[in-house]
Protein backbone atom coordinates (compact mmCIF):
# COMPACT_ATOMS: atom_id res chain seq x y z
CA UNK A 1 0.00 0.00 0.00
CA UNK A 2 2.73 2.60 0.83
CA UNK A 3 4.51 1.29 -2.55
CA UNK A 4 4.33 4.62 -3.50
CA UNK A 5 2.71 3.50 -6.94
CA UNK A 6 0.62 6.31 -7.43
CA UNK A 7 2.55 9.48 -6.91
CA UNK A 8 2.90 9.10 -3.28
CA UNK A 9 6.12 11.07 -1.83
CA UNK A 10 8.11 7.92 -2.02
CA UNK A 11 8.00 7.05 -5.52
CA UNK A 12 9.58 11.12 -5.66
CA UNK A 13 12.44 9.47 -3.54
CA UNK A 14 12.70 6.28 -5.11
CA UNK A 15 12.95 7.70 -9.03
CA UNK A 16 15.48 10.59 -7.56
CA UNK A 17 18.66 11.09 -10.11
CA UNK A 18 20.41 10.22 -6.79
CA UNK A 19 19.02 6.68 -5.67
CA UNK A 20 19.30 5.94 -9.63
CA UNK A 21 23.12 6.74 -9.46
CA UNK A 22 23.75 4.55 -6.73
CA UNK A 23 21.37 2.04 -7.71
CA UNK A 24 23.16 1.80 -11.22
CA UNK A 25 26.63 2.34 -9.72
CA UNK A 26 26.03 -0.73 -7.75
CA UNK A 27 24.71 -2.96 -10.62
CA UNK A 28 27.66 -1.70 -13.11
CA UNK A 29 30.02 -2.69 -10.51
CA UNK A 30 28.17 -6.32 -9.94
CA UNK A 31 28.12 -7.08 -13.87
CA UNK A 32 31.56 -5.67 -14.28
CA UNK A 33 33.40 -6.87 -11.33
CA UNK A 34 31.51 -10.77 -11.18
CA UNK A 35 32.82 -12.14 -14.64
CA UNK A 36 36.19 -10.78 -14.01
CA UNK A 37 36.51 -12.29 -11.25
CA UNK A 38 35.10 -15.38 -11.83
CA UNK A 39 37.27 -15.49 -15.06
CA UNK A 40 40.40 -14.74 -13.05
CA UNK A 41 38.80 -17.19 -9.71
CA UNK A 42 42.51 -19.17 -10.13
CA UNK A 43 44.99 -15.79 -11.28
CA UNK A 44 46.75 -14.98 -7.61
CA UNK A 45 47.02 -11.26 -9.05
CA UNK A 46 43.23 -10.61 -9.46
CA UNK A 47 43.67 -7.94 -6.50
CA UNK A 48 45.41 -5.51 -8.86
CA UNK A 49 41.92 -5.09 -10.73
CA UNK A 50 41.19 -2.67 -7.82
CA UNK A 51 39.62 0.44 -8.44
CA UNK A 52 39.07 0.13 -12.49
CA UNK A 53 36.03 -1.58 -12.57
CA UNK A 54 34.43 0.25 -9.66
CA UNK A 55 35.12 3.42 -11.17
CA UNK A 56 34.30 2.41 -14.91
CA UNK A 57 30.59 1.71 -13.19
CA UNK A 58 30.64 4.74 -11.41
CA UNK A 59 31.39 6.65 -14.82
CA UNK A 60 28.38 4.87 -16.95
CA UNK A 61 26.12 5.38 -14.11
CA UNK A 62 26.25 8.99 -13.74
CA UNK A 63 23.09 10.97 -14.63
CA UNK A 64 24.53 14.25 -15.67
CA UNK A 65 27.01 13.60 -18.17
CA UNK A 66 26.67 12.36 -22.43
CA UNK A 67 26.90 9.07 -22.83
CA UNK A 68 29.99 10.20 -25.68
CA UNK A 69 31.84 11.48 -22.19
CA UNK A 70 31.13 8.07 -20.46
CA UNK A 71 32.48 6.15 -23.26
CA UNK A 72 35.90 8.61 -23.74
CA UNK A 73 36.44 8.56 -20.32
CA UNK A 74 35.42 4.45 -19.24
CA UNK A 75 37.90 3.34 -22.48
CA UNK A 76 40.74 5.79 -21.29
CA UNK A 77 40.57 4.00 -17.92
CA UNK A 78 39.88 0.90 -18.91
CA UNK A 79 42.72 1.46 -21.71
CA UNK A 80 45.15 2.94 -19.19
CA UNK A 81 44.67 -0.08 -16.87
CA UNK A 82 45.17 -2.63 -19.42
CA UNK A 83 48.52 -1.19 -20.52
CA UNK A 84 50.27 -0.61 -16.80
CA UNK A 85 49.15 -4.00 -16.05
CA UNK A 86 51.12 -5.13 -19.29
CA UNK A 87 54.17 -2.83 -18.50
CA UNK A 88 54.52 -3.90 -14.95
CA UNK A 89 54.07 -7.62 -15.81
CA UNK A 90 56.74 -6.83 -18.69
CA UNK A 91 59.08 -4.79 -16.87
CA UNK A 92 59.25 -7.06 -13.76
CA UNK A 93 57.94 -4.46 -11.29
CA UNK A 94 54.92 -6.91 -10.48
CA UNK A 95 58.06 -8.81 -9.80
CA UNK A 96 59.59 -7.32 -7.46
CA UNK A 97 56.78 -5.71 -5.63
CA UNK A 98 55.65 -9.13 -5.01
CA UNK A 99 58.92 -10.02 -3.22
CA UNK A 100 58.34 -7.06 -1.06
CA UNK A 101 54.84 -8.96 0.01
CA UNK A 102 55.67 -12.62 0.20
CA UNK A 103 56.49 -14.20 3.59
CA UNK A 104 59.73 -14.05 4.63
CA UNK A 105 60.54 -10.74 3.38
CA UNK A 106 62.67 -9.10 6.79
CA UNK A 107 64.64 -6.02 4.98
CA UNK A 108 63.00 -4.45 1.74
CA UNK A 109 65.29 -3.40 -0.79
CA UNK A 110 64.97 -0.55 -2.09
CA UNK A 111 64.00 -1.23 -6.07
CA UNK A 112 60.90 -3.31 -4.59
CA UNK A 113 59.71 -0.35 -2.05
CA UNK A 114 59.36 1.79 -5.86
CA UNK A 115 57.87 -1.46 -7.43
CA UNK A 116 55.52 -1.48 -4.43
CA UNK A 117 54.43 2.27 -4.32
CA UNK A 118 54.30 2.10 -8.21
CA UNK A 119 51.66 -0.59 -8.90
CA UNK A 120 49.37 0.88 -6.38
CA UNK A 121 49.66 4.02 -8.22
CA UNK A 122 49.00 1.82 -11.45
CA UNK A 123 46.18 0.20 -9.94
CA UNK A 124 44.57 2.19 -7.39
CA UNK A 125 45.67 5.39 -8.33
CA UNK A 126 45.26 5.86 -12.15
CA UNK A 127 41.33 4.68 -11.91
CA UNK A 128 40.62 7.12 -9.27
CA UNK A 129 42.63 9.96 -11.23
CA UNK A 130 40.05 9.16 -14.28
CA UNK A 131 37.19 9.61 -11.94
CA UNK A 132 38.62 12.86 -10.17
CA UNK A 133 38.88 14.14 -13.81
CA UNK A 134 35.21 12.83 -15.26
CA UNK A 135 34.19 14.32 -11.96
CA UNK A 136 35.75 17.34 -12.10
CA UNK A 137 34.66 19.75 -9.04
CA UNK A 138 31.29 19.09 -9.26
CA UNK A 139 30.07 15.99 -7.92
CA UNK A 140 26.60 16.37 -8.36
CA UNK A 141 27.12 15.77 -11.84
CA UNK A 142 27.01 12.22 -10.75
CA UNK A 143 23.31 12.46 -10.02
CA UNK A 144 21.74 15.14 -11.27
CA UNK A 145 19.74 14.79 -14.67
CA UNK A 146 20.96 17.02 -17.39
CA UNK A 147 17.40 18.14 -18.00
CA UNK A 148 16.88 18.75 -14.30
CA UNK A 149 19.88 21.48 -14.67
CA UNK A 150 18.03 22.82 -17.72
CA UNK A 151 14.46 23.20 -15.74
CA UNK A 152 16.73 24.90 -12.91
CA UNK A 153 18.34 27.61 -15.18
CA UNK A 154 14.92 28.79 -16.86
CA UNK A 155 12.73 28.08 -19.80
CA UNK A 156 15.74 29.12 -21.91
CA UNK A 157 17.95 26.49 -20.07
CA UNK A 158 14.78 23.87 -20.84
CA UNK A 159 14.80 24.66 -24.88
CA UNK A 160 18.43 24.58 -25.20
CA UNK A 161 18.03 21.15 -23.50
CA UNK A 162 15.46 19.43 -25.29
CA UNK A 163 17.57 20.73 -28.39
CA UNK A 164 20.21 18.81 -27.46
CA UNK B 1 27.63 27.28 -28.81
CA UNK B 2 24.80 26.54 -26.37
CA UNK B 3 25.89 22.95 -25.99
CA UNK B 4 29.87 24.74 -24.95
CA UNK B 5 28.03 26.82 -22.69
CA UNK B 6 26.27 23.84 -20.97
CA UNK B 7 29.26 21.59 -21.02
CA UNK B 8 31.55 24.84 -19.45
CA UNK B 9 28.47 24.92 -16.56
CA UNK B 10 28.68 21.41 -16.43
CA UNK B 11 32.00 21.19 -15.26
CA UNK B 12 32.35 24.09 -13.01
CA UNK B 13 34.48 27.03 -13.33
CA UNK B 14 37.21 24.44 -14.35
CA UNK B 15 38.72 23.19 -17.80
CA UNK B 16 40.15 20.16 -18.56
CA UNK B 17 43.70 21.65 -18.30
CA UNK B 18 42.83 22.18 -14.33
CA UNK B 19 41.91 18.91 -14.09
CA UNK B 20 44.46 17.37 -15.52
CA UNK B 21 46.54 19.11 -13.12
CA UNK B 22 44.08 18.09 -10.02
CA UNK B 23 44.69 14.58 -11.30
CA UNK B 24 48.58 14.86 -12.00
CA UNK B 25 49.56 15.86 -8.42
CA UNK B 26 46.72 13.15 -6.81
CA UNK B 27 49.10 10.83 -8.73
CA UNK B 28 52.78 12.47 -7.61
CA UNK B 29 51.37 12.77 -3.88
CA UNK B 30 49.89 9.25 -3.64
CA UNK B 31 53.10 8.38 -5.19
CA UNK B 32 54.99 10.19 -2.49
CA UNK B 33 53.07 8.84 0.45
CA UNK B 34 52.43 4.97 -0.72
CA UNK B 35 56.73 5.54 -0.84
CA UNK B 36 56.77 6.88 2.41
CA UNK B 37 54.37 4.00 4.02
CA UNK B 38 56.43 1.04 2.02
CA UNK B 39 59.76 2.75 3.64
CA UNK B 40 58.06 3.28 7.03
CA UNK B 41 56.83 -0.41 6.79
CA UNK B 42 60.09 -1.53 5.56
CA UNK B 43 62.19 0.27 8.18
CA UNK B 44 60.57 1.09 11.09
CA UNK B 45 57.57 -0.93 13.09
CA UNK B 46 54.83 1.47 11.89
CA UNK B 47 53.06 -1.38 9.74
CA UNK B 48 53.37 -4.28 11.99
CA UNK B 49 51.80 -1.84 14.77
CA UNK B 50 48.56 -1.02 13.06
CA UNK B 51 48.27 -4.36 12.15
CA UNK B 52 48.50 -5.06 15.66
CA UNK B 53 45.96 -2.04 16.83
CA UNK B 54 43.78 -3.00 13.91
CA UNK B 55 43.72 -7.07 15.19
CA UNK B 56 43.42 -5.41 18.63
CA UNK B 57 40.31 -3.46 18.12
CA UNK B 58 38.97 -6.25 15.84
CA UNK B 59 38.71 -8.55 18.38
CA UNK B 60 37.15 -6.43 20.72
CA UNK B 61 34.59 -5.45 18.75
CA UNK B 62 33.87 -8.80 17.57
CA UNK B 63 33.57 -10.29 21.28
CA UNK B 64 31.28 -6.85 21.68
CA UNK B 65 28.74 -8.03 19.17
CA UNK B 66 28.43 -11.72 20.33
CA UNK B 67 30.71 -13.49 18.72
CA UNK B 68 34.19 -14.72 21.01
CA UNK B 69 37.45 -13.92 19.78
CA UNK B 70 40.46 -14.03 20.92
CA UNK B 71 43.79 -12.52 19.59
CA UNK B 72 47.82 -13.66 19.38
CA UNK B 73 49.59 -11.06 17.47
CA UNK B 74 48.04 -10.10 14.70
CA UNK B 75 45.80 -13.42 14.08
CA UNK B 76 42.27 -13.27 15.69
CA UNK B 77 40.87 -16.78 16.24
CA UNK B 78 37.32 -17.11 15.81
CA UNK B 79 34.91 -19.67 15.89
CA UNK B 80 36.07 -22.33 13.01
CA UNK B 81 38.57 -20.25 11.19
CA UNK B 82 41.80 -17.81 12.20
CA UNK B 83 41.70 -14.73 10.85
CA UNK B 84 45.31 -13.03 9.93
CA UNK B 85 45.47 -9.70 9.63
CA UNK B 86 48.05 -8.63 6.95
CA UNK B 87 48.91 -5.31 6.32
CA UNK B 88 45.77 -4.91 3.43
CA UNK B 89 43.60 -5.40 6.66
CA UNK B 90 44.56 -2.36 7.94
CA UNK B 91 42.74 -0.29 5.55
CA UNK B 92 45.67 1.80 5.55
CA UNK B 93 45.81 1.87 1.47
CA UNK B 94 43.12 3.07 0.97
CA UNK B 95 43.39 5.72 3.65
CA UNK B 96 45.83 7.16 1.76
CA UNK B 97 43.97 7.00 -1.25
CA UNK B 98 41.61 9.41 0.41
CA UNK B 99 44.46 11.65 1.76
CA UNK B 100 46.23 11.90 -1.68
CA UNK B 101 42.99 12.83 -3.63
CA UNK B 102 41.25 15.39 -0.99
CA UNK B 103 45.22 17.04 -0.96
CA UNK B 104 45.00 17.31 -4.50
CA UNK B 105 42.03 19.38 -4.59
CA UNK B 106 42.52 22.93 -5.19
CA UNK B 107 39.86 23.99 -1.59
CA UNK B 108 40.39 25.79 1.83
CA UNK B 109 42.84 24.24 3.47
CA UNK B 110 40.34 23.46 6.90
CA UNK B 111 38.09 21.70 3.98
CA UNK B 112 40.79 19.50 2.88
CA UNK B 113 42.41 19.20 6.70
CA UNK B 114 38.20 18.02 7.67
CA UNK B 115 38.04 16.00 4.60
CA UNK B 116 41.37 13.83 5.44
CA UNK B 117 40.55 13.40 9.27
CA UNK B 118 36.77 12.66 8.55
CA UNK B 119 37.55 10.99 5.80
CA UNK B 120 40.66 8.19 7.45
CA UNK B 121 38.36 7.76 10.65
CA UNK B 122 35.16 6.38 7.72
CA UNK B 123 37.38 3.89 5.84
CA UNK B 124 39.10 2.98 9.36
CA UNK B 125 35.96 2.00 10.74
CA UNK B 126 34.49 0.69 7.70
CA UNK B 127 37.08 -1.14 8.13
CA UNK B 128 36.55 -2.69 11.35
CA UNK B 129 33.23 -3.21 10.16
CA UNK B 130 34.33 -5.30 7.78
CA UNK B 131 36.22 -7.42 9.99
CA UNK B 132 33.45 -7.53 12.12
CA UNK B 133 31.01 -8.61 9.20
CA UNK B 134 33.32 -11.36 8.42
CA UNK B 135 34.07 -12.85 11.23
CA UNK B 136 30.31 -13.35 12.02
CA UNK B 137 29.72 -14.74 8.61
CA UNK B 138 32.94 -16.93 8.85
CA UNK B 139 31.42 -19.92 11.05
CA UNK B 140 28.45 -20.45 9.08
CA UNK B 141 29.66 -20.50 5.52
CA UNK B 142 31.98 -22.77 3.42
CA UNK B 143 35.52 -22.08 2.45
CA UNK B 144 34.31 -21.00 -1.12
CA UNK B 145 31.46 -18.86 0.40
CA UNK B 146 34.06 -17.45 2.63
CA UNK B 147 36.56 -16.74 0.04
CA UNK B 148 34.24 -14.59 -2.38
CA UNK B 149 32.88 -12.45 0.39
CA UNK B 150 36.87 -12.14 1.70
CA UNK B 151 38.32 -11.36 -1.49
CA UNK B 152 35.25 -10.09 -3.44
CA UNK B 153 32.18 -9.06 -1.53
CA UNK B 154 34.30 -6.74 0.70
CA UNK B 155 37.16 -5.52 -1.29
CA UNK B 156 34.45 -3.76 -3.63
CA UNK B 157 32.64 -2.81 -0.49
CA UNK B 158 35.71 -0.73 1.08
CA UNK B 159 35.99 0.80 -2.89
CA UNK B 160 32.57 1.65 -2.57
CA UNK B 161 32.86 3.29 0.76
CA UNK B 162 35.95 5.13 -0.76
CA UNK B 163 34.44 6.76 -3.85
CA UNK B 164 31.38 7.60 -1.67
CA UNK B 165 33.08 9.46 1.21
CA UNK B 166 35.19 11.21 -1.44
CA UNK B 167 32.38 12.16 -3.42
CA UNK B 168 30.93 13.10 -0.34
CA UNK B 169 33.65 15.48 1.17
CA UNK B 170 34.04 17.20 -2.59
CA UNK B 171 30.23 18.11 -2.14
CA UNK B 172 30.50 19.23 0.88
CA UNK B 173 33.87 21.74 0.07
CA UNK B 174 32.09 22.54 -2.48
CA UNK B 175 29.28 23.88 -0.90
CA UNK B 176 31.87 25.50 1.66
CA UNK B 177 33.46 26.95 -1.05
CA UNK B 178 30.44 28.82 -1.88
CA UNK B 179 29.11 30.18 0.71
Redesign the interface.
Known sequence: MESGSAGLPLRGHVNSPRVRFISL??LY?AVL??PV?LLLMSWSS??WL??TP??VA?MLAAQ??SWRRKAIFASVTVGLSIALFTFAGVSGIGRAASA??SPGVV??TNPQ??A???L??FF???P??????F????????WTS?RR??EASGPSGLR??R?? | MAKHVAQSAKRGAMGDRALLRIALSFLACLAVLYGLIVWLGARTQFTSNLMLSTATAATALINFTGVVATRAGTVVRVPGRELVIGPDCTGLSIAVLLIALILSYPVKVTSRVIGALVGVFIVLLANLVRLVAIAHVSPFVPDVVFAVAHDFLFQVGMIAVAIGVWVGWLAFARAREQS
Open positions: SLAYIWRWGYMVVGVLTVALVFALQVLGVLAALAMVGRRPSVLADARSKQ
